[in-house]
């Protein structure tokens, strides 16, 4: 197995979200796919193997698995632009079909002149569904936030573009800074809700925000960039009618934990349409 390093949604190897990529898994069993992945350590690696379907796309098709140090997840953002760009760079830029466990997902890469390979996904068919008053009220005891600091303009709801993800709105930049929650009662909830990651959120401008992701199913406790969960919200904000379409959203991700991450999401106006996800990545 030769196991690759890549960091999603910069350019910079000391930004962005590290990801273990497999380009080749060919004949590697769930257990060792599990247990390479807990000792990278990385939020997610990315195990694919490449399918002979006759694609007309001109590069194929991929069967991807994700795992997180703690064990599967159905869909990863950050892991599938680091499948993407590692892919390009070693065939050529061009367009991917993947079969993940969350369902099919496109993904075409390009280089961007300044010597990076951009690649951009497009999600499952997105949709929202509400959050309970009770799970609502153990989530924020949880985080530790008061009702009262939420933004009452963007209701908490879970989000879904591949992974289940609850979004929540702060009402100021300070709030979001002030992360320090309590890790195994979020656990707790987070596995009997299956939730990927709470997606935390500020809103600079109608289309700018800035996020930070609790990971602790993951046994992460803040991921640094998150596509999956950037989707999520783009869904949301849709289904909402939070944001004028077609959008194009700018996520600001890492930040507070030194790790600074760029996400584009792309929104079409077609509410069944699914989210382009758009990031580069370079090898660490």
Not at 70 to 92: L, S
Not at 95 to 115: E, Q
Not at 191 to 213: M, Q
């Amino acid at each position: 197995m030769e196991l690759l390093r890549y960091v999603a949604f910069s350019t910079d190897p000391s930004g962005g979200n590290p990801a273990g990529v497999v380009l080749d898994a060919t004949g590697i069993d769930e257990p060792t796919m599990a247990a390479t992945a807990a000792e990278v350590g990385f939020s997610e690696t990315a195990f694919a193997v490449p399918l002979d379907d006759g694609s007309p796309d001109g590069h194929g098709s991929l069967a991807i698995r994700y795992f997180s140090p703690c064990g599967e997840v159905p869909f990863c953002g950050h892991a599938t632009i680091a499948t993407a760009v590692a892919h390009a760079e070693r065939h050529g830029v061009g367009k991917l079909r993947l079969r993940t466990k969350a369902g099919p997902v496109s993904v075409s890469t390009r280089a961007d002149g300044n010597g990076s390979v951009v690649a951009t996904l497009v999600s499952v068919e997105p949709r929202t569904a509400p959050i309970t008053p009770s799970d609502l009220a153990a989530l924020l005891a949880a985080l530790d936030w008061p009702a009262a600091d939420l933004d009452p303009a963007l209701p908490p709801r879970a989000a879904y573009a591949g992974a289940w993800h609850p979004v929540i709105a702060a009402a100021t930049r300070s709030r979001l800074s002030d992360l320090d929650y309590d890790m195994p009662a979020l656990a707790d909830l987070m596995g009997r809700r299956d939730w990927a990651t709470v997606d935390l959120v500020w809103r600079e401008s109608p289309t700018v925000f800035h996020a930070r992701n609790a990971f602790p199913p993951g046994g992460v406790v803040e991921d640094p960039a998150t596509g999956a969960a950037a989707a999520a919200l783009g869904g949301y904000l849709r289904e909402l009618r939070l944001v004028p379409l077609p959008a194009e959203l700018t996520v600001y991700q890492g930040y507070d934990m030194g790790r600074p991450s760029t996400i584009r999401v792309g929104v079409p106006a077609q509410r069944s349409s699914g989210l382009a996800v758009t990031g580069t990545a370079v090898p660490l």
